[in-house]
């Protein structure tokens, strides 16, 4: 299983947890790490994520994401195909950001795993799209024995 986490999946385990819904989708994204770091799925990058991580402001959390990142068994790099098909979603009404996470991970991961909900809903409703998309908690409800 190869899984796109975008920078809301991986920041979200430091975010605040007094909230129960940012605490159960931490959680999913933590197993989710352990199964990748246990080499029974893949976790899957691209130089997008690694700006956006490049970019974070707080050094403590930038070299926690940094860390998580490493997991990544490939990196996808941007090329003329992945912008064009971002500039696609961006007419769809997807942000800059979402839209090129979208573009990388969708020939390169079987699934995208985002927090954003405004993302996802908007992403939903792409009828071409490529990739399964969904947030972390109920796509791992599902895929679990």
């Known amino acids: 299983m190869k899984i796109y986490l975008d920078n809301c999946c991986l920041n979200r385990p430091f975010d605040d947890q007094s909230n129960l819904r940012v605490r159960l989708e931490s959680e999913a994204i933590k197993v989710i790490l352990l ?5 029974k799925w893949h ?6 994520t690694e700006f956006e991580i490049t970019s974070t ?3 403590i959390r930038r070299k926690k994401l940094e860390a998580i990142n490493s997991l990544s068994n490939t990196c996808i790099a941007i090329n003329s195909k992945i ?3 971002a500039k696609e979603f961006e007419k769809l009404g997807l942000q800059a950001f979402d839209a090129m996470h979208l573009a990388c991970a969708e020939n390169k991961a079987d699934v995208f795993l985002t927090t954003d909900d405004k993302f996802l809903k908007q992403a939903l409703k792409i009828e071409n799209l490529k990739i399964r998309i969904s947030n972390p908690v109920p796509w791992l409800e599902e895929v679990l024995p």
């Open 57 to 59: 402001p707080n050094q």
């Open 35 to 39: 199964l990748c770091e246990q080499k």
């Open 83 to 85: 912008t064009s098909r």
């Open 43 to 48: 976790l899957v990058g691209s130089r997008v």
